[in-house]
């Protein structure tokens, strides 16, 4: 007969994550089955106080984008017809994506194993959680939630260059292994997580983690950032910290030059 100790082997890392104390959604959990995209994908019964913490987001973040963000940014956000007043439904959402740049979305339940994200990008999949962090954490949470993934990341996936790049990504990264791994994971934190670029009106955002977060958003286009050109051999050899505000950034000239660099730098690694 199996005892306790026996039953915690058999435990997906997730399970046991939970049972020591570590936040769950934390650990990448590998998915074991096909999950619902696009037109599968069920609107949750969200209740009235997590539509409330959604507006509450987003008027907050929205206060600041006009003139921070990249207008490709801000016409996604157009595009995708985000409310202040309801949380977004992703099969809504997947279908505008369809519609723009081809792309669509699937639902999964938390942070997922790298495989299976890198290989949702290479099939133009952007895989996102439907659920939203608690009142506790309006201002940080330590693992993507609807926010950062709806509002932080959809916006550009219906932008042509944008949606181009990110396949490329996930198709090299697929492709990747080891020191070659790591380094894709510094070049998608300096682009896709705190990218800046560079405008004829000005420094521009366009990372996910700088819009959707209060503290970056007023942060990253002060003067106590320095901003580097775009180069991936300089990006992959810059450190970086989670839990603080970031002091150094890169800004890209455009999102052809985002691609392009990406696809010679990868291509001379032999990732692509
Ligand atoms: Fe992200």
Same mark, same amino acid.
């Given at each position: ?5 026996? %039953? ?5 890392? &997730? ?7 570590? *936040? ?20 949750? %019964?969200?209740? %009235?106080? @997590? #539509?409330?913490? +959604? ?17 490709? &940014?801000? *016409?996604?956000? @157009?595009?995708?017809? =985000? ?8 099969? /809504?959402?997947?279908?505008?994506? &369809? ?8 639902? !999964?339940?938390?942070?997922? *194993?790298?495989? *299976? ?11 996102? $959680? ?10 940080? $949470?330590?693992?993507? /939630? ?18 181009? =790049? ?8 697929? #492709?990747?292994?080891?020191? /070659?791994?790591?380094?894709?994971? $510094?070049?998608? +934190?300096? $682009? ?18 700088? !819009? ?11 003067? @106590? !950032?320095? !901003?580097?050109? =775009? ?9 970086? /910290?989670? +839990? #603080? ?21 990868? #291509? ?5």
């Amino acid at each position: 007969m199996a005892n306790s100790k026996d %039953n915690k082997n058999v435990l997906s890392a &997730y399970e046991k994550a939970s049972l020591e104390g570590i *936040d769950p959604r934390c650990i990448p959990q590998k998915l074991n089955g096909p999950v619902p995209e696009d037109d599968q994908i069920v609107y949750p %019964n969200y209740s %009235n106080s @997590e #539509h409330e913490i +959604w507006s509450f987001l987003f008027n907050r973040q929205m206060k600041y984008l006009p003139g921070r963000a990249c207008n490709e &940014y801000l *016409d996604g956000v @157009e595009n995708l017809k =985000f409310s202040p007043k309801k949380i977004p439904s992703l099969k /809504d959402l997947s279908s505008v994506f &369809y519609r723009t740049t081809g792309w669509k979305i699937a639902r !999964v339940p938390g942070l997922i *194993d790298v495989d *299976d994200f890198f290989s949702f990008l290479k099939r133009k999949i952007f895989p996102s $959680t439907d659920y939203i962090r608690v009142k506790d954490e309006l201002d940080y $949470t330590p693992a993507p /939630d609807l926010f950062h993934d709806m509002f932080g990341h959809m916006p550009l996936l219906t932008n042509k260059n944008f949606a181009s =790049f990110y396949q490329k990504f996930g198709e090299a990264a697929l #492709h990747a292994k080891g020191i /070659d791994r790591k380094d894709l994971e $510094t070049f998608h +934190w300096f $682009t896709v997580e705190f990218g800046l670029i560079k405008k004829s009106e000005g420094m521009r955002i366009y990372g996910a983690g700088i !819009v959707s977060s209060l503290g970056e958003v007023q942060h990253a286009l002060s003067n @106590e !950032v320095e !901003v580097k050109e =775009f180069n991936p051999e300089i990006i992959i050899k810059q450190q970086y /910290d989670v +839990w #603080h505000l970031q002091p150094v950034l890169f800004s890209i000239e455009s999102f052809e030059q985002l691609e392009d660099g990406f696809m010679k730098w990868t #291509h001379n690694r032999g990732m692509l």
